[in-house]
């Protein structure tokens, strides 16, 4: 479920915020990032009961109006086809996804309803759920693509759930574009068979990305003085009060990934930290960064200080 990309900006946001040194017991900052890594499954597991939660609010809505006293004949004969769109029903029966969202206490939504009915309502009223109810019935195929379309065109994008969760938890902000990203693959994937291996994915691919995080986070901490040398001996003609701080930490990361990591590509690590900086730093860093981490790279090279395995990681 995480990737690399996720696991560099939680360690950054991580280093970012820690105020101690070298010498320092970061064990509690340590703490926080895996807390932080652990807290996506959350998010992911709200954005599926979330699904779930419309569900059973377009049951109860049929129900109602089935039961008005000036109940119309479509009222008393509905078109059941989203109630009974068969990914919406995996999610429901899914007993290992029920599991997962007890076992973390992620069952919000009965308490904020209401962010329930304003995503049912926009599903409602769009042209996409009319064109879906067109017809009475469906294929697996149709409902998946349905269910697909309406988490990417209706869900993600909304305003008043971006604020919500913004609301529950600030580093949720974040995470939400790969969590909604993850969910949106494995929606349009799923199969009838072996739901729960789509629907409770793995946080870590391996035991290596999660000890990739921590050692990163570590080394980088334990490093930091020797990494500023670095970066110092590169700026000379910076002041260095006029290096965003961000930037420090991100070319902190990077040297550390030349030096303490030697299966991670070169090309991988700056083109990582060009890319992180374009999104979370000012609009000039990742040209500052590149040039930085292009001096570092070549004055390796030329002392053959940089120790690569394996073939094509230069």
């Not at 059973?56 to 049929?62: I, L, N, T, V």
């Not at 003085?225 to 902190?252: P, Y």
């Amino acid at each position: 479920m995480l990737n690399r990309r996720h696991i560099r900006i939680k360690v950054m946001q991580t280093l970012y915020a820690f105020k101690g040194g070298e010498s320092d017991d970061f064990h509690k900052d340590e703490r926080f990032l895996l807390q932080s890594l652990d807290h996506m499954y959350d998010l992911h597991l709200l954005m599926l009961s979330l699904l779930i939660e419309v569900q059973k609010r377009a049951e109860d809505h049929q129900e109602k109006s089935q039961r008005k006293i000036l109940a119309t004949k479509e009222d008393k004969n509905p078109n059941t086809k989203f109630i009974n769109n068969e990914v919406l029903q995996l999610l429901r029966e899914d007993r290992s996804l029920q599991i997962e969202i007890e076992k973390r206490k992620v069952d919000y939504w009965y308490l904020d309803f209401e962010y329930v009915d304003i995503i049912f309502k926009s599903i409602v009223e769009s042209e996409l759920y009319k064109d879906y109810m067109a017809t009475t019935v469906s294929t697996f195929k149709e409902d998946r693509n349905f269910i697909a379309d309406v988490f990417s065109e209706i869900i993600a994008p909304n305003e008043k759930l971006y604020d919500y969760i913004e609301d529950k938890r600030l580093t949720w902000l974040d995470d939400l574009p790969v969590v909604n990203t993850g969910i949106l693959k494995l929606l349009s994937k799923v199969k009838k068979e072996n739901s729960a291996i789509y629907f409770t994915p793995k946080l870590f691919k391996d035991t290596e990305d999660k000890e990739f995080a921590t050692t990163l986070f570590k080394k980088t901490v334990l490093n930091k003085s020797k990494f500023n040398e670095e970066i110092a001996a590169k700026t000379k003609n910076w002041d260095a009060d006029r290096i965003a701080s961000l930037d420090a930490v991100l070319l902190q990361m990077a040297i550390c990934e030349f030096q303490k990591f030697p299966s991670i590509p070169v090309k991988v690590t700056i083109n990582e930290y060009i890319d992180i900086a374009k999104e979370y730093s000012t609009p000039k860093s990742s040209f500052f960064i590149n040039g930085i981490l292009d001096k570092i790279v070549k004055e390796y090279t030329e002392k053959g200080e940089l120790n690569k395995i394996g073939r094509g990681l230069m």
